[in-house]
C-alpha cells in the first residue's frame, strides 16, 4: 500500500488574476496519498487544450485501500457510526458553509477544468451544491424515520430504515460540483460510508471538495475521493465485495456493465442515472418567443452536455416555419467568450474525444438527409469549441434524432396532431425527460401524463430542485436522485417484531 503523505498541491495555476493551488493527489481516510502505482493523468483546460495539472491516477489496488477505510469507518464503534443525527446534520452544514466561503475559487476550478462559463458555475453550479448539502443536512436530523405498524397477535411491529453501508459512487464530468453532491448529500445523511471516483475528464473540483469535508471535520474514512479511468477504478468499485451499493450516473453502455459487475460479485444494491433524448413538444397555441426561449435553454445550456437536453424538438407544422427562423436568430446570437467572461453564453464541450464525438453527429446529420440551419462547424483554431447548431428537415430514423450526442447539437422535428407525437415522442430508448409548451392546460396535462419520462416540463425546461426526484424510465436509469426518493436508495428497511406478554392476572 502506498503510504501516506503530506498534503500536496500542484504549483498555482492562474486563472485570470486568481492563483488557485490543487489538490491532485487520491483522498483516502483523511491523508492525501500517491496512487500505488505512482501514475498520474493530465486534467485539461477544454477551453485552450493547456494541462492544468497532473492528478494521481487510483486503480484496483487504490480502489482496495479507500473500501478498507469506507469499511473501518462503517464499524458500529467507530466515531461515524456513533453520531447523532443532529451531529451529521452540523457536519454537512459545516461543508456547505465552507463551499460557500470558496464560491469564487471553485467556481474558477469548474469553469478551468470543464468549460462552462464561470458566471454559470458559480450562480448554478456552486450555489445549487451548497443547496444540496443543506437539504440533505435536514434530514439527517431525525427525519430519516420508519413506522409502527399494527399486525395481529400480542406483537409490537416497527420498522427501521438504516444506513446501506459501504457505497460506490461514480460520477460524471458534466456537473462536476453539483453531481458529487447530489451523490454524497443523501448517502451521508443516511449515515453510509463513501469511496466516490470522479471522472477522469473533470477530476479538479472533486478534490477541492475533499479538502473541504477534511476541514469540515468529517472522520476519517467517511469519504475517499479517488481521481481515474471507468475500465480500472470504477470497474474496481463496481466489483468490489465489501461495497455494498454502487451509485453511477453516465452512460446506458457502461450503466449495463455496472449492473453486471454488481451481479456478478455480492449482488450489491445498483442506483443509475443514464442517458436521454428528451422530446420538446411545442404546439401551435404557444407563444413563440417563449417556445425559442425553452428550447434554447432546454438544449444549449451547459453546451448541450446534459443528459435531459431537449435534443429533439417537436414543433406542430403550422408554426414550424417561424419558430425555425426565430431559433436560428437566437442561437446565432450565442455568445462564444471566454469562459471567464462575465458575457459568455457558452463554453466549449469537455474534450478531444467529446468534440469529436459531436462533430462526427453533425456530419452523420448532413449526410442522412437532414438540413445544416445554422452552426455546425468548429468555432476558433485552439479548444474545443462547436457552434450553436440546428437542423432542420429532420426525421424520427435520422441517427441525430435517435442518439444521444452530448452537445449543442438541436434537430427541430415537425408533427401534425396530439395522438402523432405522443406515439412519436415516446418512441425512444430513452424516458429521462421532456417537454411540453402550450397556452392549454388540459393539454398540457394529458401530453404530460402520457409522455414515458421520468421528469416533464411545462411551458420551461431545466428547472431543478433538490427536493424534486431526478432519474428516468426505460433505459434513461434506476431509481431517483435527489429529494426524499434519494434517501431510499441509501437506507435497508429493517422490520422489528417484538412480542408483547400479556398483563398478569392480579395486575
Known amino acids: 500500500a502506498a503510504d501516506a503523505v503530506a498534503p500536496h498541491f500542484s504549483a498555482c495555476v492562474q486563472c485570470e488574476t486568481m492563483p488557485i493551488g490543487i489538490p491532485t493527489q487520491l483522498l483516502i481516510n483523511n491523508e492525501w496519498r500517491n496512487s500505488v502505482s505512482g501514475k498520474t493523468f493530465p486534467a485539461v483546460n477544454p477551453t485552450d487544450e493547456s494541462v492544468i495539472a497532473d492528478v494521481q491516477e487510483a486503480d484496483k489496488e487504490d480502489v482496495d485501500i479507500a473500501v478498507a477505510a469506507a469499511k473501518?469507518?462503517?464499524?458500529?464503534?467507530?466515531?461515524?457510526?456513533?453520531?447523532?443525527?443532529?451531529?451529521?446534520?452540523?457536519?454537512?452544514?459545516?461543508?456547505a458553509d465552507l463551499i460557500e466561503q470558496n464560491a469564487e475559487e471553485l467556481a474558477n476550478m469548474e469553469s478551468l477544468d470543464n468549460g462552462k462559463p464561470k458566471s454559470i458555475a458559480l450562480a448554478v453550479d456552486v450555489a445549487m451544491t451548497v443547496r444540496c448539502y443543506r437539504y440533505y443536512a435536514g434530514w439527517a436530523d431525525g427525519k430519516i424515520v420508519g413506522q409502527t405498524i399494527p399486525i395481529e397477535g400480542n406483537y409490537f411491529a416497527y420498522t427501521r430504515h438504516e444506513p446501506v453501508g459501504v457505497v460506490g459512487q461514480i460520477i460524471p464530468w458534466n456537473f462536476p460540483l453539483l453531481m458529487q453532491a447530489w451523490k454524497l448529500g443523501p448517502a451521508l445523511a443516511a449515515g453510509c460510508t463513501i469511496v466516490l471516483k470522479s471522472?477522469?475528464?473533470?477530476?479538479?473540483?472533486?478534490?477541492?471538495?475533499?479538502?473541504?469535508?477534511?476541514?469540515?471535520?468529517?472522520?476519517?474514512?467517511?469519504?475517499?475521493?479517488?481521481?481515474?479511468?471507468?475500465?480500472?477504478?470504477?470497474?474496481?468499485?463496481?466489483?468490489?465485495?465489501?461495497?455494498?451499493?454502487?451509485?453511477?450516473?453516465?452512460?446506458?453502455?457502461?450503466?449495463?456493465?455496472?449492473?453486471?459487475?454488481?451481479?456478478?460479485?455480492?449482488?450489491?444494491?445498483?442506483?443509475?442515472?443514464?442517458?436521454?433524448?428528451?422530446?420538446?413538444?411545442?404546439?401551435?397555441?404557444?407563444?413563440?418567443?417563449?417556445?425559442?426561449?425553452?428550447?434554447?435553454?432546454?438544449?444549449?445550456?451547459?453546451?448541450?452536455?446534459?443528459?435531459?437536453?431537449?435534443?429533439r424538438v417537436f414543433v406542430h407544422e403550422a408554426v414550424y416555419d417561424a419558430f425555425v427562423a426565430k431559433c436560428i436568430e437566437a442561437a446565432k446570437s450565442t455568445k462564444m467568450l471566454h469562459p471567464t467572461d462575465p458575457g459568455c453564453d457558452q463554453g466549449p464541450v469537455v474534450d478531444k474525444l467529446q468534440f469529436d464525438r459531436?462533430?462526427?453527429?453533425?456530419?452523420?446529420?448532413?449526410?442522412?438527409?437532414?438540413?445544416?440551419?445554422?452552426?455546425?462547424?468548429?468555432?476558433?483554431?485552439?479548444?474545443?469549441?462547436?457552434?450553436?447548431?440546428?437542423?432542420?428537415?429532420?426525421?424520427?430514423?435520422?441517427?441525430?434524432?435517435k442518439e444521444e450526442i452530448f452537445g449543442p447539437v438541436m434537430s427541430v422535428i415537425k408533427f401534425k396532431s396530439e395522438e402523432d407525437i405522443i406515439r412519436r415522442a415516446n418512441d425512444s430508448i430513452y424516458g429521462l425527460g421532456g417537454g411540453v409548451v402550450t397556452k392549454d392546460?388540459?393539454?398540457?396535462?394529458?401530453?404530460s401524463s402520457a409522455l414515458q419520462a421520468g421528469t416533464v416540463y411545462v411551458n420551461c425546461y431545466n428547472v431543478f430542485d433538490v427536493a424534486c426526484p431526478f432519474g428516468g424510465f426505460k433505459q434513461s436509469g434506476i431509481g431517483r436522485d435527489l429529494g426524499e426518493y434519494s434517501l431510499h436508495e441509501y437506507t435497508e428497511v429493517k422490520t422489528v417484531i417484538i412480542a408483547v406478554d400479556p398483563a398478569p392476572k392480579d395486575a
Open 72 to 95: 473501518a469507518a462503517f464499524d458500529k464503534n467507530a466515531p461515524w457510526r456513533k453520531m447523532s443525527g443532529r451531529q451529521r446534520r452540523d457536519l454537512m452544514l459545516k461543508l
Open 199 to 311: 471522472s477522469e475528464k473533470t477530476p479538479l473540483t472533486a478534490l477541492m471538495i475533499g479538502k473541504l469535508i477534511v476541514e469540515a471535520g468529517f472522520p476519517p474514512g467517511v469519504v475517499n475521493i479517488l481521481s481515474g479511468y471507468g475500465p480500472t477504478a470504477g470497474q474496481a468499485i463496481a466489483r468490489h465485495p465489501h461495497v455494498d451499493k454502487v451509485a453511477f450516473t453516465g452512460s446506458c453502455g457502461v450503466g449495463r456493465k455496472i449492473m453486471q459487475y454488481a451481479a456478478e460479485s455480492n449482488l450489491k444494491r445498483v442506483s443509475l442515472e443514464l442517458g436521454g433524448k428528451s422530446p420538446l413538444i411545442i404546439f401551435d397555441d404557444a407563444d413563440l418567443d417563449k417556445a425559442v426561449e425553452t428550447a434554447r435553454v432546454g438544449l444549449f445550456f451547459n453546451c448541450g452536455q446534459c443528459c435531459i437536453a431537449s435534443s
Open 358 to 401: 459531436v462533430l462526427g453527429y453533425i456530419e452523420k446529420g448532413k449526410n442522412e438527409g437532414a438540413k445544416l440551419l445554422t452552426g455546425g462547424a468548429r468555432h476558433g483554431d485552439k479548444g474545443f469549441w462547436i457552434e450553436p447548431t440546428i437542423f432542420g428537415e429532420v426525421e424520427d430514423h435520422h441517427t441525430i434524432a
Open 441 to 447: 392546460i388540459s393539454r398540457a396535462i394529458r401530453v
